[in-house]
């Protein structure tokens, strides 16, 4: 049954119940690291396994994670929830009343490209703090980071070359709950989505907000030409929804409504939400331009993708703007990313997983990308010590549980520009749409090759 | 840039913005009904088109609908952000300083199977009202019956017939953002999963929590026995993560242990996270039993959905629980419902759209459910005047904006027992994993067709 207490609003939880938004066992394995006395200094990283269906991803979800170390306390009600589970004694709830995060975060700015195994964020802090970070950490990064990644592909198939089309994300229906509504609009605004139909997001994120007009507007109307009429009279620059009844028959009465206002005429466009969008959005067109109305612009919306958008711009479909919705905010084809977060060094010791596939790299990394004439080439993971020449990727963002100079909050405006710099520079073949065979070049340094074996041998002489 | 203002607590929004927490146009839209004196009832149905690849959907989220239209109201925080946007005038923002949600809300109770067209739920109220509540109402209730829908083929795939096999929700830290991890923990426990790993899930819905231990945990210690040793002094009945640097090994000092241990041996379980799961269950078995250690239970994680949970068993794989994350909390085979909410009347009149194949019943209608020898046969949509025989699935739970006793929040346990028995009453093919050729007849009454095709002919005319 909902404890009236918790959530302030459905959807949310609050701010008092923040620091149990964890993964049971990271709360054990806290009080077992406390009661063992082990609080020396790990290190985690938090990395993507696999690419699958994209060439490269964009990191985003840091400003959440740094927010969430920043405020990381149990309050009373916490603790009082913990104390009825049996498992905890009273003396580590007591020592979590002045529980706070006291670490370093590396971490690579959001916006930025990065590929399989390179670590998207390093925590450096005593075991059981950056242990219990882990659930939020991976959550926060892994949707944020999948979103972006997933955006930044409209964005790319709807672009084109150097066109001005406009995409504008309408997921938030159909997306995972409110907070996934809310941090996708961020990641897609960072990855190049002009502006998001979610006025909560708009809100808190100072990001444009869109929108046009439902069918169901329409329908409430003694007919589609008095709800065209009402509208434009109350909204001169809207956007008209034609394919209520018939999409054609929709722009004819648009048509109408121009030649009816005259000069007064201002309505900025139309959306096609149904249908052979390529077809009528030609047929549309005809009709606007043979009418005079060549500045009316012609946007669309129905399950589209980057597939079908490139699909509908090959077809040479004249669409000025494309309404992407749920396969974009629940990146569908790919609703998952292979994250993990891992120890890679406890107490001054490298330390990895051996068993099966699931591997990691051992030890405090950087990540170094290497250009040639302006495109980045070559990534080398390498140990922290021992860096090849080239831009290094993490940067130190917080030091002892506070944010640094390069960890305060950026700008979403300046995310933004840095992700399409970024993006900029990266070959190609890895901006396509389709899987790039060749991919990208990522290395581990000499030293780290190295690490890596040393690290194996150890683990299988003493396991 | 964040506004530090927004949200309390990183991965939330907060009680102020709620009502913000919408698509722009049905801001816009509520703007235009009230200028145009439009306030007449519609009836809007909230409904799925298509299962895909599911046999049936297990409806969940019905509680945190109507928790939103009970508190919606707009504060001056959205009011001030409104009047930033250009778009609404004084008098409209005045008049949204008195808004409430003083509808009637007609509802299938959570944890009831329902298929494509059948109302989930029935908004009837002004048109403004219902047509604001449309995007929370679509998010909420889309991902958590999609969530409910999957965890219920997990739970039979693990269950199989009479078993006790337990099924853990693991995967908070991959699920879509915050609101996410919580809903689908508490959709998956309406669906029949036994416990989650997220602690908040269980403070806030009174769920059962459960956990292990990470391989980080194991890597920390100098030794895996070191640190399988230390975890059992502190947790007597835990359960042994037994694969971080090779499984048979882990599973032989989980046995040395009991040993060293003996009459003091608790141990619970070992937890088997990668592999060839089946053999590796098999072989732990035998070395378990060999050790007179046959209570010990096998526990298995990684990468599981239904699917691989049919597999092992298929191959009699030895496993007494299952903690299932990713997969199941993504849905990742089918990461969203085709779920709409559309305009089926207003002001007495039945509404449709009638472009392409997105169309919708006109009219107030009720869901029949018919059974023959207690297993369910049909479902008829029927007009509300003029239901079938058989029981009725909608029930009325807001009436003039206040919860009936139909729609008094429900303990989920007794939400859980309503969905285990509604399930039963399917028939056997439609409770498989795979897709039944044969579905389930889901019927329109006469009245109904009657209506649909009178509706579509009047709009014919008249569009």
Redesign the interface.
């Known amino acids: ?3 009236s207490d ?10 008092e ?2 620091p ?10 806290l ?3 406390w ?2 006395g ?1 609080d020396e200094t ?1 290190v ?1 990283d938090l990395f993507v396994r696999r690419l699958k269906d994209r060439n490269y991803l964009l990191a985003c979800g840091l ?3 740094l ?2 170390l920043e ?1 990381l306390s149990f309050s009373e009600e ?1 603790l009082t ?1 913990l104390a009825a ?1 049996d ?1 905890f004694s009273d003396d580590f709830l007591t020592w979590l009343e002045d529980f706070e995060f006291t670490g370093d975060v590396y971490a690579v700015p959001e916006g930025t490209p990065v590929f399989p195994d390179e670590p998207l964020v390093e925590v450096v802090a005593p ?1 059981g703090e950056a ?1 219990l970070a ?3 950490l ?3 990064i ?2 944020q980071t999948m979103i972006a990644s997933k955006a930044v592909r409209v964005v790319e198939a709807a672009r084109g070359g150097d066109s001005e089309r406009l995409v504008a994300d ?1 997921g ?13 609009a961020r990641a897609a605004y960072i990855a190049g989505v002009d502006a998001t ?4 997001a ?5 990001l444009p ?9 329409i ?2 109307h ?3 030409m008095d709800a065209f009429r ?2 434009a009279e ?2 001169p620059e ?1 956007i008209l929804l034609v ?5 054609i ?1 929709g722009v004819k009465k648009v048509i109408e409504l121009a030649e009816e206002k005259g000069d007064d005429f201002q309505v900025r466009g139309i959306r096609l939400d ?2 052979d969008l390529a077809e009528l959005a030609k047929e549309s067109r005809r009709l606007l331009d043979q009418a005079g109305l060549t500045d009316m612009m012609i946007f669309a919306s129905s399950g589209l993708d980057e597939y079908k958008i490139r699909g509908l711009l090959d077809r040479e479909a004249p669409i000025d703007g494309f309404g992407v919705g ?2 974009m905010g ?3 084809d790919q ?3 292979d ?1 993990a ?3 890679c060094g ?2 001054g010791t490298p ?8 591997s990691n790299l051992p030890g405090r990394k950087q990540v170094i990308r290497q250009y040639e004439n302006g495109t980045a080439v070559r990534d080398v993971i390498a140990t922290v010590e021992d860096p090849p020449p080239g831009a290094s990727l993490l940067e130190r963002v917080m030091a002892r549980g506070t944010r640094t100079e390069a960890g305060v ?5 300046s995310i933004r520009e840095h992700a399409a710099a970024r993006v900029a520079e990266l070959p190609d073949r890895l901006r396509a749409l389709d899987r790039s065979e060749k991919g990208y070049d990522v290395a581990l340094s000499d030293a780290m090759e190295g690490r890596l074996e040393e690290t194996r041998q150890r ?1 299988e002489r ?2």
């Not at 149990?20 to 394995?29: A, E, G, H, S, V």
């Not at 229906?173 to 941090?183: E, F, I, L, V, Y």
């Open positions: 049954m909902m404890n918790a959530a302030p609003f459905p959807g949310t939880f609050g701010e119940t923040a149990l938004y964890t993964d049971l066992y990271q709360l054990t394995m009080q077992a690291y009661r063992e082990m790990a985690f400003e959440q994670a927010e969430y405020e916490a929830y589970q498992q075991i242990q882990e659930t939020f991976l959550n926060q892994t949707f309408f938030m229906r159909r997306m995972h709950g409110t907070d996934a509504s809310m941090k996708a139909s979610n006025v909560a708009g809100q808190a994120y100072d907000i869109t929108g046009t007009m439902a069918h169901s507007y329908e409430a003694d007919s589609e009402e509208f109350l909204y809207t394919d209520t009844y018939d999409t028959s149904s249908g749920t396969k629940t990146s569908a609703p998952t990313l994250s977060y891992k120890l406890y107490a330390r990895m997983k051996l068993s099966s596939k699931k909050p950026r700008p979403l405006e683990l003493t396991m």
